[in-house]
């Protein structure tokens, strides 16, 4: 079996559920290559993983200021470059694509006839799981933005669909938390980030952000690139994240019982539904704005504890190859049984 990958490549949250992904392949001696699109090649980082990737330009949303700016949407995209990459994609030398909300692949596919077996989080908004914010473009975006024939959602709670957990890529070390608190607001301002974390003069803070080019240190907050290794170092060894509203890092956070403060991309539906869901759960704390007071007050809470999630790629690996992708089934029923979550979470 030959397998092409497409993955959105706009925030690292694909890219790092695909990680997980090409090892579990690899490890089952399936050969597979890679496609990402949404940014500029030389935009990646620590990609030596996934071999000679391709890129394509795709479609993405442009964000300002932590929110989504619309009109710069609209005009960003290039309608007719994207017919044109779907159309000189070929795909004749693969059996199947696997694909996480990338537009490209799957939309040169199904012109093509490939099967498409999609993996991601937003295939979980298919279902009714919780919602906030999301109109009913959003809801065609998600239809139909990467269409598939077999799809498989990812969630931190099944809310009793046939949805998976969450394919988690870091690993847990065994070594003892620090006093510094993570930060990760790369759709944010950095000054405004950097003015919200000098009012803390007594905590000192990490912040990786893709406008840092070097690492510096600003009085209380040490600034760094994105760097794969650097970021899951600081990640294992943090007290406390403060983030967006992704899916993927809320997923390693949960895994190595970080406690979360989570911030949402204004106007993206996905980021608000995420962040409303974990507090509903009771995993994680949240601020409309970047607000001062709900740091103050979040950073005295109490440590948070890991929610147990097993390898949900190595499974879906194994059910790829045995080939029967419209049951999903035992699946789900399997490794939703693996699952543990800590005594404070509530309505699991």
């Given amino acids: 079996m030959k397998i092409l990958y497409g993955v959105q490549g706009t925030g690292n949250g694909h890219i790092a559920r695909a990680r997980a992904m090409c090892e579990a392949l690899k490890n089952r001696g399936v050969e597979v290559d890679f496609l990402f699109s949404g940014r500029e090649k030389d935009k990646y980082f620590s990609m030596e993983q996934f071999g000679d990737f391709q890129t394509r330009r795709g479609l993405t949303f442009v964000t300002e200021k932590g929110r989504v700016d619309y009109l710069k949407t609209s005009t960003n995209n290039n309608l007719l470059g994207f017919y044109q990459e779907v159309k000189q994609l070929d795909l004749s030398q693969y059996d199947l694509v696997l694909n996480d909300f990338e537009p490209v692949s799957a939309w040169a596919a199904k012109q093509q006839g490939k099967p498409v077996v999609s993996i991601s989080h937003q295939n979980a908004f298919r279902y009714p799981v919780p919602l906030k914010g999301a109109s009913w473009l959003d809801k065609l975006v998600i239809r139909y933005f990467a269409p598939s024939n077999h799809h498989i959602g990812l969630h931190w709670y099944h809310f009793n669909q046939p949805i998976l957990p969450p394919i988690v890529h870091t690993r847990k070390e065994q070594v003892d938390s620090e006093s510094f608190v993570l930060v990760y607001l790369p759709f944010e301002s950095l000054d405004d980030i950097t003015e919200l974390l000098l009012r803390f003069t007594s905590q000192s803070f990490i912040c990786y952000h893709p406008n840092i080019i070097e690492a510096k240190l600003v009085d209380n907050i040490q600034f760094m690139p994105q760097s794969f290794e650097h970021f899951h170092y600081h990640l294992n060894r943090c007290a406390g994240i403060i983030a967006n509203g992704g899916f993927e890092l809320p997923s390693e956070a949960l895994t190595l019982g970080k406690k979360l403060l989570l911030k949402p991309l204004t106007g993206q539906f996905e980021q608000m539904s995420n962040v409303a869901t974990l507090e ?26 890991s929610v147990a999630y097993p390898d949900v790629a190595d499974a879906i690996v194994e059910w790829v190859i045995a080939g029967d992708w419209d049951n999903t089934t035992l699946l789900t029923q399997q490794l939703w049984g693996k699952v543990d979550f800590p005594s404070y979470a509530i309505n699991v």
């Fill in 280 to 305: 509903s759960l009771g995993l994680a704390s949240s601020m409309e704005a970047l607000d001062a007071a709900i740091v103050r007050a979040w950073l005295d809470e109490s440590p948070g504890e």
